[in-house]
């Protein structure tokens, strides 16, 4: 196993790096050399999540939604400055490993990866019913339309509505949210099942109820309880996130494992045969639950649990102490138990103990899926891991990246009521009216030739926000036009009103997030900028390609994924690729990017078109993904289960 070594400014690979078992001392998980190179035994496949769906999130960053964003890399911080390189250097390494590199992600989870993707081009996107059916349990903390701050709510509100159309029968649980707005009234269909349960945690006893609504060919279950009842998102306000968010997120476990025993759905119970998809930390706890509370007992010793990371940054970490909250065995500490390294810890006399419940997901869980290929492979590395690199390296033939599908009924240029103007791939002659519209909307002089650059998201250090403001100026001397959509540093949001103020005829920034707008900009721009840092899989780019605005991305996650790198000289000169993928991440690297392409789009109008073409022409359903993650359940029950 090879590892990573930093010296004298440079990055190099070697061997040695000892490979370890899944449960190991706690306080030295995580901070050992990183895994970087390694061959697999099963799938993998990707995507992720960008924007936020609702405009009441706007009030809060994502590092501050739920309160368990680990608020730093775990790299010592003697050591981050060597991974920052010249533009030139750095260029001159990418050349050097990008095809290693690329075979390297590519071979993540072989034989698996091809499985899966030979299995969906196997069954196609006619076929309806899977060979096997399951019992499906989605847990989940937002779940579209009914609660949803961003990709996650995007992927539990369709995929399982995929995956019964498939044949499969599927529960999704999420909490009853109820903050005293017009989104209360998404639950309108929802009934009481006048089923109450007792859960045991946090020093007492909490009793949850069960309201159900059947939609889709999915059973909607919602946990209601108090603690779900107040203004916000789901996780915080505008303050901040909720400080009581572990004790909210471990009724939900605990209701979530007891719902497939006790509700009598369509006539009868789920049942104890049931394969649990738990997403992210806030569902964390089932896996755990279901080796240390069920089977020891003899109760769900047939049902399975895979783990989905939509966001490894995200873990779920509290103080030690309050282990005795979530309702486990004293003997299971080890599962989620989790040391800081000494340099991350807050003060001298701190011992930098804690729990972490994804770390404990990820130990007991079956399978784990990520919503990209390519993030697979990065989650098992130090800049990727969060300090959990050496656990996911060590579970990696069982980690497989699937990516995320978009809603191709109300992503679809042809008949989005959002946009002025109609278009396809056989006909995309009103794409250019729709950018006038667009110019025209935001006062922006009306200029079709002129290439227009736009970015959807939160304006936040993640979304490489500081590279476009650096940028910027650089930028404003080509003849192009820049607009913006997005929230969340109020300092990121006064410089983009100060663009505006100086470049009047070049750039609009659009402070706060509005989904109308969102479509407007998707379908008028010429090219989408997503210089982002890491992207797990990412959406707008996916929604760009089917309106047939170009992607100009960094290479990362499902970014890099999803994007094909433009060439114009392959297929006999016919052109291939969807887009520019760039790297490294630098000022320079993204404006030579930008630039090529608002190039292409001013003089090869035959190679645009190509670029546009193939982009619409992709296949984005939620179907083709549903096909993937069937292979991976045959998968998850031909073992037994990994913690018996």
């Not at 099942?193 to 279950?221: K, M």
């Not at 919602?222 to 203004?231: A, E, G, L, N, T």
């Not at 002089?445 to 936040?460: A, K, Q, S, V």
């Amino acid at each position: 196993m090879a590892s990573l070594q930093i010296s004298g400014g440079s990055v190099r690979f070697v061997a040695g790096f000892n490979r370890t078992c899944c449960i190991r001392p706690i306080g030295s998980l995580g901070f050992s050399h990183s895994p970087r190179r390694f061959s697999i035994g099963r799938p993998l496949l990707l995507r992720r999540a960008s924007v936020s769906g609702e405009s009441e999130t706007d009030d809060i960053t994502d590092a501050e939604r739920d309160g368990s964003l680990l608020g730093f890399q775990l790299i010592p911080p003697g050591d981050q400055k060597l991974f920052s390189t010249s533009t030139e250097e750095a260029t001159h390494q990418e050349e050097e490993s990008d095809a290693a590199d690329e075979a390297e992600i590519a071979d993540f989870g072989v034989p698996g990866n091809r499985a899966v993707e030979e299995g969906a081009a196997e069954v196609g996107y006619t076929s309806v019913k899977a060979e096997v059916i399951n019992n499906l349990v989605f847990v989940t903390s937002e779940a579209a339309p009914y609660s949803k701050t961003g990709g996650l709510g995007d992927v539990c509100g369709s995929l399982p509505i995929a995956l019964a159309g498939r044949g499969h029968r599927v529960m999704v649980i999420s909490p009853r949210y109820l903050n005293g707005t017009s989104a209360d009234k998404n639950y309108a269909g929802a009934k009481d099942l006048g089923v109450r349960v007792t859960v045991h945690c946090f020093g007492g006893s909490q009793e949850v109820s069960f309201y159900h609504e059947y939609r889709d060919g999915v059973d909607w279950v919602f946990i209601d309880h108090q603690s779900y009842h107040r203004p916000g998102n789901p996780y915080g306000d505008s303050k901040g996130a909720f400080g009581d968010n572990q004790f909210r997120f471990t009724l939900l476990c605990h209701a979530a494992c007891e719902a497939p025993l006790v509700l009598p759905l369509g006539g009868f119970t789920y049942g104890e045969k049931s394969l649990f998809l738990v997403n992210d930390w806030h569902a964390g706890l089932v896996p755990i639950l279901l080796a240390a509370k069920y089977r020891p007992y003899g109760v769900y010793k047939d049902a399975r649990s895979i783990l989905i990371i939509h966001n490894l940054a995200h873990q779920g970490v509290e103080p030690a102490a309050t282990y005795s909250n979530l309702g486990l065995p004293s003997e299971w500490y080890g599962a989620v138990g989790w040391v800081f390294p000494t340099w991350a810890r807050t003060h001298a006399l701190d011992t930098g103990e804690a729990v972490n419940v994804l770390k404990g997901a990820i130990v007991t869980s079956d399978r784990i899926i990520t919503v990209s290929q390519g993030y697979a492979w990065e989650i098992t590395t130090v800049e990727g891991g969060y300090g959990l690199q050496d656990l996911l390296s060590s579970r990696k033939s069982v980690i497989n990246g699937i990516t995320n599908g978009i809603n191709i009924d109300e992503w679809d240029p042809s008949k989005d009521e959002d946009i002025p103007f109609h278009y396809s791939v056989d006909d995309y002659s009103n794409k250019v009216k729709c950018k006038m519209a667009l110019q025209k909307e935001l006062g922006l002089p009306i200029r079709p030739e002129c290439p227009m650059i736009g970015f959807i998201g939160r304006l936040d250090y993640q979304k490489g926000i500081d590279l476009i403001q650096t940028a910027g100026p650089d930028l404003m001397v080509d003849d192009i036009q820049f607009v913006m959509l997005g929230s969340g540093d109020p300092k990121c949001e006064s410089w983009m009103r100060s663009m505006e103020e100086t470049y009047r005829d070049k750039f609009r920034g659009w402070v706060g997030f509005n989904v109308p707008i969102s479509h407007r900009i998707t379908a008028g721009c010429d090219i989408l900028l997503m210089p982002s840092r890491f992207e797990p899989c990412g959406l707008n780019q996916l929604y760009a390609m089917r309106y047939g605005t170009i992607p100009v991305v960094h290479a990362t996650g499902g970014l890099r994924d999803t994007v094909e790198n433009f060439n114009p000289y392959a297929e006999g000169g016919a052109g291939a690729g969807t887009g520019w993928v760039f790297s490294p991440l630098s000022k320079d690297s993204m404006v030579s990017a930008l630039r090529l392409a608002a190039a292409t789009y001013r003089e090869y109008k035959e190679s645009w078109e190509g670029l546009m073409r193939r982009g619409m022409s992709r296949n984005y359903s939620w179907e083709n993904a549903a096909v993937q993650y069937e292979q991976v359940f045959k998968w998850v029950f031909m073992d037994p289960p990994y913690i018996n």
